[in-house]
């Protein structure tokens, strides 16, 4: 059995899983809710309801993004996961505004709220089986790297709680009189939209496409860069087809002395390799780069006048041009600026770089390029464990190229 019939075989499981017991929870929690007029149990059942819709959608949609690519789809199918996952988020900002609907209408027309032992202890079944469905779907997410199930586990913990608000409001009618069902029917409400919103950005973020991870940025780089040959690269960037399903390119910096045949031997086979160990499908772009003395010198001192500006700045694709005759050094270079910085700030700082590389040499003139990075991290300290992670990753990976 090869990896993508596994994982289909296990989101297939965990989907009908899903399905039976969000059902029979609708069941029985609907006709609880009916007998004792509660609007926020009936509220809740209907939650399950969505549940099951949820499910079913998993189901169909890690049977189709299980499909093996074909002449329309040479990526393959796993892009149909997002979709799924963004219809369920629709079902649940649905139901969330008909559990409103019926929250304000039970406000303005309350009705008797009857305590029921059977009621309660429906909820609290309800409440050990979405928490252990919400176990459940995790271990599944992370097995097979799924965000169908990453939400679906979200959804799951977020019923608990939300059934045990419903708990809460019945045990206030009876221990305390206090009917505040309609009011908790207004917050589950609100949270089960609130909770659909938050599954639709996390589902459409990567088919808007979003950076590169860093973890799997980190692992390519480096996995590149270990290659005799390498002098450095740039430019990675990684197109997602569904999970575990990436297509990149990436520029590798070469001797521009060597052969052109040495070099492409050494990119075809990093190409190969990328693809049998990392399961990414990569393509080399091969940047010849001088690697003598004067190259040398002033590539050291431009990476100087960018440690000493406060923006975060990196270069790449450095060559230079001698004109003795003219007394000018000619630099080239791409210069890779933050996101937060906008086009007029790019600016000013191109004029800074030249004016502090003027100072240094007067001879010295400049074509710069602006570049983007495409991988982003929120800190200095997520930065260090994307690359920690990398790091075991590549490590396990030779391990078990070498068994």
Known sequence: MNDNTERTNIALKAGFTGIICNLLLFIFKFLVGFLIHSVSIIADSFNNLSDVGSAAISVVASKMAGKSADEDHPFGHGRIEYIAAFIVSILIISVGINILQSAFQAIWEPKPLVFSLHAALILC??????????????????????????????????????????????????FAGWNIDAYIGLMVSLFVIFNGLQVAKNTLTPLIGESINPELFY?????????????????????????????????????????????????????????????????????????????????????????????????????????????????????????????????????????KLSEQDKRICCSIKLD????????????????????????????KHNQ
């Open 125 to 174: 079944i309800s409440i050990l089986v979405k928490i252990a469905l919400g176990f459940y779907y995790r271990s599944i997410a992370r097995r097979i790297d799924s965000e169908v199930y990453a939400a679906t586990s979200q959804d799951a913990f977020s019923d608990a709680l939300i059934t045990g608000s419903t708990f809460v409001s019945i045990l206030l009618v009876h």
């Open 219 to 355: 692992a390519i780089i480096r996995f590149v860069e270990r290659y005799p040959g390498v002098l450095g690269t740039h430019d990675l960037i990684v197109h997602n087809y569904g999970p575990d399903r990436y297509m990149a390119t990436i520029h590798v910096e070469v001797d521009g002395q060597n052969s052109v045949s040495v070099a492409h031997s050494i990119i075809d086979q990093i190409e190969e390799d990328c693809e049998y160990q990392l399961g990414v499908h990569l393509v080399i772009h091969m940047d010849p780069v001088d690697e003598d003395d004067l190259s040398r010198e002033y590539r050291a001192l431009l990476t100087t006048v960018l440690n000493d500006i406060p923006e975060e700045c990196t270069f790449h694709d450095f060559h230079m041009q001698s004109h003795p005759e003219e007394a000018k050094i000619h630099l080239f270079f791409d210069l890779v600026t933050p996101w937060k910085i906008n086009a007029a700030q790019e600016q000013a700082l191109v004029k800074e770089i030249e004016r």
């Open 372 to 399: 983007k990075p495409y991988m982003h991290v929120h800190s200095a300290a997520e930065d260090l464990i994307a690359k920690a992670d990398a790091d075991i990753l590549l490590k396990h990976l030779h391990d």
